[in-house]
């Protein structure tokens, strides 16, 4: 099974601070993506990744930024966070569309991220 | 640019009983894929069943079937059988299947479904 995993479930941080985010994927996918979870407005794309060291911004890119230097990891930077950045944040991964027709995302279980 | 709507931001069905959740997309395309998602209470979202635009035969994955309507680009989760564990947010989801859209999953704002025993 595919997994995916982020560095925290739930992370409280003070508005300005420099914010890592943190996903790990175990089965050699290319795509890896961020997106943000609110209320009522269901996901949204941040930013994804289709290889190593390249990224596509998605729909809601700024304040946020991020870096992929291994296939298996993909983090995503706030650089200096605000109180409008508290949400429910998801990584996700896929193989390359290729290799799979379908390419369903596989998603980890989230970060609840408080910017107090 | 693509866009899915799921006009029921709730539902609520009784246990055993079967439930329908809606979902309607735009899109000018005729090669795409659509996708539904279920995600538990404070647990990882994960996919439930997926259909090739294509393919006019509806997907069935055990208790969860889909009826895809092309022509009125519908695409409605049945849940039968309902059970306690069925109890989460579900979301319709929408790829392209060439070009730039095909990276990347367009959401629905998502079905919050209650199981009453």
């Known amino acids: 099974d595919v997994k995916v995993t982020q560095s925290s479930r739930y992370l409280v941080k003070r508005t300005g601070e420099k914010v890592f985010l943190e996903c790990v994927q175990d089965m050699d996918h290319e795509n890896m993506f961020w997106y943000r979870q609110d209320p009522g407005l269901g996901l949204r794309l941040i930013y994804f990744s289709y290889d190593v060291k390249m990224k596509e911004k998605g729909d809601i890119p700024e304040g946020y930024s991020v870096s992929r230097e291994k296939k298996e990891r993909f983090s995503l930077i706030l650089e200096s966070a605000s109180t409008n950045q508290t949400s429910m944040y998801l990584c996700a991964s896929s193989l390359f569309y290729s290799r799979s027709s379908y390419n369903e995302q596989f998603f980890g279980p989230g970060t609840r991220l408080t910017v107090l | 640019a693509q866009t899915v709507t799921q006009s029921q931001p709730e539902m609520s069905v009784q246990e055993a009983e079967t439930v329908t959740l809606s979902c309607t997309y735009d899109t000018s395309e005729s090669d795409y894929y659509l996708f539904w998602y279920k995600q538990p209470p404070s647990r990882q979202m994960i996919l439930v069943i997926r259909?090739?635009?294509?393919?006019?035969q509806n997907a069935t994955e055990n208790r969860f079937s889909v009826n895809f309507q092309k022509a009125a680009k519908s695409f409605s989760l049945k849940i039968s059988d309902s059970q306690l564990g069925d109890a989460a947010m579900y979301f319709c989801?929408?790829?392209?299947?060439f070009g730039a859209g095909s990276y990347q999953l367009t959401f629905g704002k998502g079905t919050k479904l209650s199981v009453i025993p």
């Open positions: 259909q090739e635009a294509y393919k006019q």
């Open positions: 989801a929408y790829r392209s299947a």
